[in-house]
């Protein structure tokens, strides 16, 4: 996943489970506009192995901060985090049609910054990172 978001009233994830048997493998999940990364809910009553992912930082205790699961919540599963990736260039997260950090939908590449700008500045960044041509 990369920059996806999710949300509730009361606080915000990346990725929020709500089934059985989910294995999260192999992805970039970097989102410091969430409280967390991922979150589970309380219909989750299996352990999730959210294991060999680049969570942006370099400790297990830092990985751990970014998950909300039963050792944080008294009556959900846990999620296992170990091993974890210490550097995001262990993961390919991009495509041959679209630069690093951005997703390919359709014909167009789209990034996900987790901050509100008007349409025009939105451009006017893109014009200065040279993903587009025209202002």
Not at 110 to 120: E, I, T
Request: hydrophobic fraction near 30%; proline fraction near 4%.
């Amino acid at each position: 996943m990369i920059y996806n978001t999710g949300q509730r009233s009361d606080e915000t994830f990346t990725i929020l489970l709500d089934g059985t048997n989910t294995g999260i493998t192999g992805n970039y999940i970097v989102n410091a506009g969430n409280e967390f990364e991922i979150a589970l809910t309380s219909r989750v009553t299996e352990t999730v192995y959210a294991t060999n992912n680049y969570w942006g930082v370099r400790s297990l205790e830092e990985v751990r901060g970014r998950v909300r699961d039963g050792k944080s919540i008294i009556g959900h599963a846990d999620i296992e985090q170990e091993p974890f990736l210490t550097e995001p260039s262990d993961i390919e997260f991009f495509s041959s049609s679209c630069q690093p950090g951005y997703t390919l939908e359709g014909s167009q590449c789209f990034s996900y910054k987790p901050a509100a700008v008007d349409y025009n500045t939105a451009k006017s960044i893109c014009f200065l990172l040279r993903i587009i041509h025209d202002p």
